[in-house]
């Protein structure tokens, strides 16, 4: 199944003031699928690292001129090329620092795009249709262009496709409510016209997205009614330029998403691959109107696939790039990693068998969360066997409601009935749209539970969280609610399963956990492996000389005064931070919350919110787990929940940004400091000296062996 991956932001926007346009004008790929070129709206082209999230290089046209077309980037004499004031055609390269001392030619008529196929020479693509190399174009900038389209017709999209042999320029235009498609093949140079199928009258498509396959070309276009359809040209056979004859281009329907009550204003499909389209600005079928989503619909079953909710106005913008998708939302741009695993009604239905990893951990784990929240004691395996007799014959005998009846069941039945329900249609096989279904449900009953304080179901959630088919962006109250009625399984449960909480929502879980108290931990029932891991930990004491990682908690810093080593062997006794400082189920839960992802800069202003006692009490939480994880005698247990030690120095590092001010100035916390300052310090040591390692291996990497060695020799290797 599809899948869309944590985001993060690559640069801030600045939106128009009416809020109808993001400010970005194009984003074009550069040497390699890890650098981007965006161009804004009015005089900036900048070069970004998209892996570093920075900027590398940025060029500005001056007060009074505008970039008119998007900048693209000529990998065959990596030089830049842009289109300032619909004439000026500006190429530059990277290390030039000003636009307006490079390279600038004037033509003869308004440009529409520059268009720059990998491995290609730029094409120009006029307004009026004509379409030329830019070499060509400027050995003569001012030779005449021809006039293509007709006075009315207006060009609204173009793009470049290129097939084995041969780079085609693509673009629509729009006259009198009809839509025009042109296909310019370069070499040789034919021109072919196809008019699309009407949609209803005043309706006219919101995006384009082309790609090439099997000798074909295909182009998917979205209405506002939310209408995909897709549209296919042979590559073979085109004719040459018939004058003004139209021929007729049919469709077909791909998918028919869902608009509400209303039409979409901004909105765009994007294709991915042969059976998978991402679109941005139509709502999610499980979600409430005026919510903003990603998506990842599959063509050939008609199935959502992935969803994220996205914060901020939607600009209708979308660009794909290497399994990157690049959207501008609010004031920020964001890439959003995704993947699109090959298709197939399994997949689809979300009933592919994973890794062989996953079986293991999912199906011994599903049948027991019922027993657990009902503080069952059975043994596991007698636990899962009963489980499954007694959905199966729950299975048998109940009514095949179907999810809308379900959903109406909800909303006014009482708790035993509704979480009898829930579970047989979850039991059941015969669900069209397992995701949508498992959306509709979690959003009926948390809506519910909101509404009236009398009524949860804590096992029918669990049971929906389970199913691996629920996302925060689905549901964003689950947790909350969750959180309201103090039910931390539920919690544990969406830490583990959901990829998309909200760095607000992690923070309001962690602020949760600890502060109620290990009394209170005590008696929650959390998932099996977590509590496991945790006991493993707390019954090992610390080995006298263990190292690891590059620490030893006993060994003192080389540049320590002659003081602090005497003030250091006064100590004898048990360090405290070798005592783990909160509960076993409370450690588990905060486990939880180390190992969910998030982005610093979201997260930096929720940490803010804790109060000074939780900072430090959660900093010597992460103290005793890093020195537990320097042990040479500790097993790394891949198999339990556990977070790593990167995870640990990461909120290390966290709370220290955003609290640092307090901790200095809070008496109790001077010799914590200290200590994490010690820790920190052996980790950088650790580095440096890997460092060196590397560089002495890649020394001897770089060594020549001879090819004919006697039966005896000697060589003497000099390391630097």
């Known amino acids: 199944m599809a899948a869309l991956y944590e985001g993060y932001t690559l640069c801030g926007l600045a939106p128009a003031q009416n809020l109808s346009n993001s400010g970005i004008q194009g984003i074009e790929t550069e040497r390699d699928s890890d650098y981007v070129v965006v161009t804004d709206t009015t005089r900036s082209v900048t070069l970004y690292k998209v892996s570093d999230q920075k900027p590398l290089s940025s060029w500005t046209v001056k007060q009074g001129q505008t970039l008119t077309c998007p900048a693209v980037y000529n990998s065959q004499t990596k030089e830049y090329v842009a289109v300032s004031d619909s004439k000026v055609i500006r190429i530059w390269k990277e290390e030039d620092l000003l636009l307006d001392k490079a390279f600038k030619a004037t033509v003869s008529s308004d440009v529409w795009r520059v268009h720059c196929a990998a491995g290609g020479e730029p094409v120009v693509l006029f307004q009026r249709g004509a379409v030329r190399l830019l070499d060509s174009l400027l050995s003569a900038p001012q030779q005449p262009i021809e006039e293509v389209l007709s006075p009315e017709e207006a060009i609204s999209w173009s793009t470049i496709v290129v097939t084995e042999t041969q780079q085609f320029i693509i673009f629509t235009t729009e006259q009198k409510g009809d839509t025009f498609l042109?296909?310019?093949?370069?070499?040789?140079?034919?021109?072919?016209?196809?008019?699309?199928?009407?949609?209803?009258?005043?309706?006219?498509?919101?995006?384009?997205?082309?790609?090439?396959?099997?000798?074909?070309?295909?182009?998917?276009?979205?209405?506002?009614?939310?209408?995909?359809?897709?549209?296919?040209?042979?590559?073979?056979?085109?004719?040459?330029?018939?004058?003004?004859?139209?021929?007729?281009?049919?469709?077909?329907?791909?998918?028919?998403?869902?608009?509400?009550?209303?039409?979409?204003?901004?909105?765009?499909?994007?294709?991915?691959?042969?059976?998978?389209?991402?679109?941005?600005?139509?709502?999610?079928?499980?979600?409430?109107?005026?919510?903003?989503?990603?998506?990842?619909?599959?063509?050939?079953?008609?199935?959502?696939?992935?969803?994220?909710?996205?914060?901020?106005?939607?600009?209708?913008?979308?660009?794909?790039?290497?399994?990157?998708?690049?959207?501008?939302?609010?004031?920020?741009?964001?890439?959003?990693?995704?993947?699109?695993?090959?298709?197939?009604?399994?997949?689809?239905?979300?009933?592919?068998?994973?890794?062989?990893?996953?079986?293991?951990?999912?199906?011994?784990?599903?049948?027991?969360?019922?027993?657990?929240?009902?503080?069952?004691?059975?043994?596991?395996?007698?636990?899962?066997?009963?489980?499954?007799?007694?959905?199966?014959?729950?299975?048998?005998?109940?009514?095949?409601?179907?999810?809308?009846?379900?959903?109406?069941?909800?909303?006014?039945?009482?708790?035993?009935?509704?979480?009898?329900?829930?579970?047989?249609?979850?039991?059941?096989?015969d669900i069209q749209d397992l995701q949508t279904s498992v959306g509709q449900l979690a959003s009926t009953l948390v809506s519910r539970s909101l509404d009236d304080p009398a009524f949860y179901t804590p096992s029918s959630l669990a049971q929906l969280v389970h199913t691996r088919c629920l996302c925060h962006s689905v549901c964003p109250d689950l947790v909350l609610l969750a959180l309201e009625r103090k039910d931390y399984f539920l919690c544990q449960l969406c830490l583990q399963f959901f990829p998309d909480i909200p760095e607000a929502v992690t923070c309001a879980c962690l602020k949760a956990f600890i502060s109620m108290s290990d009394a209170d931990a005590g008696q929650v029932s959390l998932e099996p492996d977590s509590v496991s891991f945790m006991e493993s930990l707390m019954a090992r004491e610390l080995g006298p000389a263990g190292l690891q990682n590059g620490f030893s908690p006993n060994a003192m810093d080389e540049d320590h005064s002659d003081d602090t080593r005497a003030e250091n062997k006064e100590k004898t006794s048990t360090p405290p931070e070798q005592i783990c400082p909160v509960g076993l189920y409370k450690a588990a839960l905060l486990n939880e919350v180390l190992q969910t992802a998030y982005s610093d800069s979201f997260l930096l202003p929720h940490l803010k919110d804790l109060s000074s006692q939780h900072v430090v009490l959660f900093l010597q939480y992460l103290q005793f787990l890093y020195l537990k994880y320097s042990q040479e005698s500790f097993p790394q247990m891949h198999g339990l929940r556990s977070p790593s030690l990167t995870q640990i120095m990461d909120w290390v590092c966290l709370l220290l940004d955003a609290h640092f001010t307090v901790l200095v100035m809070t008496p109790e916390a001077k010799g914590l400091l200290k200590s994490l300052h010690s820790f920190v310090k052996s980790q950088v040591r650790l580095v440096s000296e890997l460092g060196k390692i590397e560089g002495s291996l890649q020394e001897l990497n770089k060594m020549k062996t001879k090819k004919e060695v006697g039966k005896y020799s000697i060589e003497i290797i000099e390391l630097f």
Not at 208 to 225: E, M, T, V
Not at 266 to 274: G, I, K
Not at 317 to 345: A, D, M, R
């Open 182 to 429: 042109y296909l310019q093949r370069l070499n040789p140079n034919t021109l072919q016209r196809y008019r699309l199928e009407r949609q209803e009258p005043g309706l006219t498509p919101l995006s384009f997205s082309a790609s090439y396959r099997d000798k074909h070309i295909r182009l998917l276009y979205l209405y506002s009614n939310g209408n995909v359809y897709q549209s296919v040209v042979s590559v073979r056979g085109l004719v040459a330029d018939e004058g003004t004859q139209a021929l007729p281009l049919p469709r077909s329907l791909q998918l028919g998403l869902p608009v509400g009550d209303g039409q979409l204003e901004a909105a765009s499909a994007q294709v991915l691959d042969e059976a998978h389209v991402a679109v941005v600005g139509v709502p999610h079928p499980s979600a409430g109107a005026g919510k903003d989503f990603l998506c990842i619909w599959n063509t050939n079953f008609q199935t959502l696939q992935a969803g994220k909710e996205m914060a901020g106005k939607i600009y209708g913008q979308l660009w794909s790039y290497s399994n990157k998708l690049f959207i501008p939302h609010g004031k920020t741009l964001s890439v959003i990693p995704y993947e699109c695993p090959k298709s197939s009604l399994a997949s689809a239905l979300g009933k592919l068998r994973q890794a062989k990893i996953e079986e293991s951990k999912a199906p011994t784990l599903v049948p027991s969360w019922n027993n657990i929240l009902h503080e069952e004691k059975a043994h596991p395996s007698r636990t899962a066997e009963t489980r499954k007799t007694r959905t199966t014959r729950k299975s048998q005998s109940a009514s095949s409601l179907t999810s809308d009846q379900v959903l109406e069941l909800i909303k006014t039945a009482p708790i035993e009935e509704v979480q009898k329900e829930v579970e047989g249609l979850l039991s059941r096989m």
